[in-house]
T-cell receptor, first 113, second 114 residues
Framework: GENVEQHPSTLSVQEGDSAVIKCTYS??????FPWYKQELGKRPQLIID?????GEKKDQRIAVTLNKTAKHFSLHITETQPEDSAVYFC????????????FGTGTRLTIIP | SAVISQKPSRDICQRGTSLTIQCQVD?????MFWYRQQPGQSLTLIAT?????????ESGFVIDKFPISRPNLTFSTLTVSNMSPEDSSIYLC???????????FGPGTRLTVT
């Protein structure tokens, strides 16, 4: 089955700086890579996703890149703000067949004011 | 997106009892999933709830412990049976929907077993 590794497990950055979280996956059949943000006591919230037919996707201050050859994808947050503090999860799956997702272990991001 | 609700939001149960968690979606969806999230941990898929057929369980999860119903395209239940303190966790339902496909989570049910 799919295996997703996520690094780092914790990340602290100064407000205004950029944050990068990296994930690798094992199953070459995976073609859908969402990122979720989970604030304390809340549900995971889908913030951005990328599919295997593109290499990069941006939405305001967040961007995701995908390297299918190397089987890794990354989340980039620019101009970080205190409200970006949360746990971020990457996931991998496919939107053909059973569509289940395998999640990474999470990154606790802390923005230092 | 989809509006997903879960009941109950939290519960405290005695060991040996069972709890049924309900998940309701505001639109018809093909794929519904049940996850467990233990404190400070990632999300672990319990099973995929298939409408009109048996749920598909992941390794380490069995139907006798986590029976699932999926009577229609907007509703599912997960039962945690014969509970022990190790079952204390957050249980989340998730739905897959849309074109392009995306997955969304319900608010979760926080279960404490004493």
């Amino acid at each position: 089955g799919e295996n997703v590794e996520q690094h780092p497990s914790t990340l602290s950055v100064q407000e205004g700086d950029s944050a990068v979280i990296k994930c690798t996956y094992s199953d070459s059949a995976s073609n859908y890579f969402p990122w979720y943000k989970q604030e304390l006591g809340k549900r995971p919230q889908l913030i951005i996703d990328i599919r295997s037919n593109v290499g990069e996707k941006k939405d305001q201050r967040i961007a995701v890149t995908l390297n299918k050859t190397a089987k890794h994808f990354s989340l980039h947050i620019t101009e970080t703000q205190p409200e970006d503090s949360a746990v971020y999860f990457c996931a991998a799956g496919n939107n053909f067949g059973n569509e289940k997702l395998t999640f990474g272990t999470g990154t606790r991001l802390t923005i230092i004011p | 997106s989809a509006v997903i609700s879960q009941k109950p939001s939290r519960d405290i149960c005695q060991r040996g009892t069972s709890l049924t968690i309900q998940c309701q979606v505001d639109s018809q969806v093909t794929m519904m999933f049940w996850y467990r999230q233990q404190p400070g941990q990632s999300l672990t898929l319990i099973a995929t709830a298939n409408q009109g057929s048996e749920a598909t369980y992941e390794s380490g999860f069995v139907i006798d412990k986590f029976p699932i119903s999926r009577p229609n395209l907007t509703f599912s239940t997960l039962t945690v049976s014969n509970m022990s303190p190790e079952d204390s966790s957050i249980y989340l339902c998730s739905v897959g929907t849309g074109t392009p496909y995306e997955q969304y989570f319900g608010p979760g049910t926080r279960l404490t077993v004493t």
